[in-house]
């Protein structure tokens, strides 16, 4: 399980332990699973999937590092 943070400069929109999310990263679209390699990415416009949950955003930037993932996300 990857603990999966996201987070607009106004609130919180997801927080929660899923099995994979899917996210729309500068040089293509992504998907992180747990114990996934430390990364840094920006966000371009597109949809994080987590879960069977989704979120359209226009931009962003991720992190991932110890099994944890957290995207700050324009919608």
């Given at each position: 399980?990857?603990?999966?943070?996201?987070y607009?400069?106004?609130?919180?929109?997801?927080?929660?332990?899923?099995?994979?999310?899917?996210?729309?990263?500068?040089?293509?679209?992504?998907?992180?699973?747990?114990y996934?390699?430390p990364?840094?990415?920006r966000?371009i416009?597109g949809?994080?999937?987590?879960?069977?949950?989704?979120?359209?955003?226009?931009?962003?930037?991720?992190?991932v590092?110890?099994?944890?993932?957290?995207?700050?996300?324009?919608?």
């Open positions: 399980m990857v603990n999966v943070v996201i607009t400069p106004e609130r919180l929109v997801f927080q929660g332990k899923v099995q994979s999310v899917v996210l729309p990263g500068e040089q293509g679209v992504f998907e992180v699973l747990a996934h390699k990364l840094v990415s966000l416009s949809v994080i999937v987590v879960g069977e949950q989704s979120f359209a955003i226009r931009c962003g930037i991720a992190g590092s110890r099994n944890r993932c957290i995207a700050v996300i324009e919608e």
